[in-house]
């Protein structure tokens, strides 16, 4: 699988870095590292997509300034059979390359698992930004530490 995702010809460019990597699971990790309260939300602890009101008047420290920062929102859609990745140490550290071979592009939000099985490790991350069909990314900071590049890589779509 390797020979053929180093042979095959790609249709887009590579870019590196649009992900966040995610806790096992493939959920958010917590903005202040404390979690979601118990009981106020979706049993996974993902926040429903839909708009976040961050305007409120009141605020506990009085001052009006906010620490929120915007997460992205997951992506729920169900694309069933129509997407294929395939997945691929990269030569550059601590980063695993991912092909997107369907027409379809991902949208941001879009959890991907990947596992390298051979070396017991495995992950999540989400997108940050588009991922077309037939192009490339390669996301930084998703492994650990050195894999071997020849491990046999599997991505799919959560």
Same mark, same amino acid.
């Given at each position: 699988?390797? *020979?053929?995702?180093?042979?095959?010809?790609?249709?887009?460019?590579?870019?590196?870095?649009?992900?966040?990597?995610?806790?096992?699971?493939?959920?958010?990790?917590?903005?202040?590292?404390?979690?979601?309260?118990?009981?106020?939300?979706?049993?996974?602890?993902?926040?429903?997509?839909?708009?976040?009101?961050?305007?409120?008047?009141?605020?506990?420290?009085?001052?009006?300034?906010?620490?929120?920062? *915007?997460?992205?929102?997951?992506?729920?859609?169900?694309?069933?059979?129509?997407?294929?990745?395939?997945?691929?140490?990269?030569? %550059?550290?601590?980063?695993?390359?991912?092909?997107?071979?369907?027409? /379809?592009?991902?949208?941001?939000?879009?959890?991907? %698992?990947?596992?390298?099985?051979? /070396?017991? %490790?495995?992950?999540?991350?989400?997108?940050?930004?588009?991922?077309?069909?037939? /192009?490339?990314?390669? *996301?930084?900071?998703?492994?650990?530490?050195?894999?071997?590049?020849?491990?046999?890589?599997? *991505?799919?779509?959560?």
């Amino acid at each position: 699988m390797l *020979a053929t995702l180093m042979l095959s010809p790609l249709v887009g460019a590579a870019f590196a870095g649009d992900v966040l990597p995610l806790d096992p699971g493939g959920g958010l990790p917590p903005i202040d590292g404390t979690g979601p309260a118990a009981g106020t939300g979706p049993i996974d602890g993902l926040i429903p997509p839909g708009a976040i009101d961050t305007g409120s008047s009141s605020s506990s420290s009085g001052d009006g300034d906010s620490d929120y920062v *915007a997460e992205p929102t997951l992506q729920t859609r169900h694309f069933g059979l129509n997407v294929e990745l395939s997945c691929a140490v990269s030569g %550059k550290p601590n980063a695993i390359v991912v092909v997107n071979h369907s027409a /379809e592009a991902l949208p941001p939000g879009t959890r991907i %698992k990947w596992q390298l099985r051979s /070396e017991g %490790k495995r992950g999540f991350f989400a997108l940050l930004n588009p991922l077309a069909g037939g /192009e490339t990314l390669v *996301a930084d900071n998703v492994l650990d530490g050195a894999a071997n590049q020849a491990a046999d890589c599997v *991505a799919r779509v959560i």
